[in-house]
């Protein structure tokens, strides 16, 4: 990766107002224009989680947009990080949507 500066894996869950506004598929469009791997999935409490995984840097702008900006109709209350480790390879082929 450009610069040395590592792969890192993350997890993440979102609150708020992000179901049945698109967020899944925002998501997905997001996560890679920024190249990066994992998947997102609706959960049966309302909310949405999922993993990121690729270079620091974007998933650190991929972090941000979960906080901050998601779907264009979505209500973001609260978004959790867990699991961030630096990974060697990637474990994702694509983003995908997982139902």
Known sequence: MADGEGLLSVDYEVHG???GVFFR???QGEAK???LVGWVRNTSHGTVQGQIQGPTAR?????E???KIGSPQSRISRAEFSNEKKIEVLEHKEFQILK
């Open 17 to 19: 107002k992000v179901q």
């Open 25 to 27: 598929k925002y998501t």
């Open 33 to 35: 224009r920024l190249g």
């Open 59 to 63: 998933v650190q702008e991929m972090q």
């Open 65 to 67: 947009w979960l906080r």
